[in-house]
């Protein structure tokens, strides 16, 4: 296990050491609270994503807002745009992808690249697929993470992380592989805490004739996303069989959850688990900005059209990478 120093929010590890699910002498399986296939809708410019948190079947998860799974082809992007009051996690899994904001920060995501931004009080920037020399589409996710009250007027902040910064942990048999972005899996830890609300991100590849059973940390919210395959989440009468494209949203009690591929599977399956540490607070969200009242979504388009309180460099500002797709 890795000895690094955890980060921790209100006293709470991402890794908590005396969590009664991670200690279980007798765990649970979490159930599957509801499961569907998530919708294809635009967004940006000229792309398409197929989302799953955010939509009618999902509208909020605590703390997770909203999950896109985006594949975009060149010419289509997400040029300059606002955010307030919430955390992203991007994860590009294939392609090459621009960023830049209004305080002069910019940067380049490659394959297996993730990006942790804070948008905090306020953010104005723009986020551009490169074209890759094949002509394929770029890849990846998108996770809109909510912040704690407490730190929705907290500065901006950014953190890229590297693929080849992200630990990797494997099943006995060698059947299941799993990139350990953020948690804890098969006794490798991740590296460090990247995000204000505590969250666990496993990117999960199995092999035919693969099964993971996964500890999460009790009482947190917990889903899977299956990018690849099918996966069969659940043991005996409580299984499910879901195909590619589809959430599985689990029960909040339980300590545990098991995903296999069935040996005469043609393929590998691709997941993505996540959890995350529920937050006691009203959502309110209007567009980009996450705010806990009405009142506050008022101020914060306000704040944004007199380019005030957060949003002062806003005024005038172009990213370069977005000019192209704004004239």
């Known amino acids: 296990m890795s000895s690094a120093p955890q980060s921790t929010f209100a006293g709470l590890p991402v890794i908590p050491p005396e969590d009664p699910s991670?200690?279980?002498?007798?765990?649970?399986t979490r159930g599957i609270q509801q499961f569907f296939e998530a919708v294809d809708t635009p967004e940006g410019a000229g792309a398409r994503v197929r989302r799953s948190i955010g939509t009618r079947q999902l509208k909020n998860f605590t703390p997770f807002l909203m999950l896109d799974h985006f594949s975009v082809s060149p010419g289509a992007g997400f040029p300059d745009h606002p955010h307030r009051g919430q955390e992203t996690v991007t994860?590009?899994?294939?392609?090459?992808?621009?960023?830049?904001?209004?305080?002069?920060?910019?940067?380049?995501?490659?394959?297996?690249d993730l990006q942790f931004m804070t948008a905090g009080r306020g953010i104005m920037h723009s986020e551009m697929p490169r074209a890759n020399p094949d002509g394929s589409p770029n890849v990846g996710m998108q996770l809109w993470v909510d912040?704690?009250?407490?730190?929705k007027n907290?500065?901006?902040?950014?953190?890229?992380?590297?693929?080849?910064?992200i630990p990797t942990a494997k099943t006995a048999d060698g059947k299941v592989t799993i990139k350990v972005i953020s948690g804890q899996s098969e006794g490798v830890d991740s590296l460090q805490e990247l995000a204000y609300t505590p969250i666990w991100l496993l990117d999960i590849t199995i092999q035919p004739g693969g099964k993971i059973v996964q500890r999460l940390p009790s009482g947190w919210n917990a889903f899977g996303y299956?990018?690849?395959?099918?996966?069969?989440?659940?043991?005996g009468a409580d299984e499910e069989n879901l195909p590619r494209y589809h959430i599985a949203v689990f029960e909040q009690s339980g300590d545990q959850i098991i995903a296999r591929v069935p040996e005469n599977a043609e393929n590998a399956s691709r997941l993505v688990l996540l959890a995350g540490l529920p937050l006691d607070q009203k959502i309110v969200?209007?567009?980009?900005?996450?705010?806990?009242?009405t009142e506050e979504v008022y101020k914060a388009l306000l704040d944004y059209q007199t380019f005030s309180n957060g949003f002062e460099r806003a005024q005038n500002w172009e990213?370069?990478?977005?000019?192209?797709?704004?004239a």
């Open 226 to 235: 299956n990018f690849e395959g099918n996966v069969i989440y659940g043991e």
């Open 22 to 28: 991670l200690n279980a002498k007798d765990p649970k």
């Open 154 to 165: 907290c500065e901006p902040r950014y953190r890229d992380v590297r693929a080849k910064e």
């Open 147 to 151: 912040l704690p009250k407490s730190l």
């Open 319 to 326: 990213s370069e990478i977005g000019k192209p797709m704004m």
């Open 91 to 112: 994860y590009l899994m294939h392609g090459t992808t621009d960023h830049e904001d209004f305080a002069g920060n910019k940067g380049t995501l490659y394959d297996g």
């Open 285 to 293: 969200q209007y567009g980009p900005f996450v705010c806990t009242s």
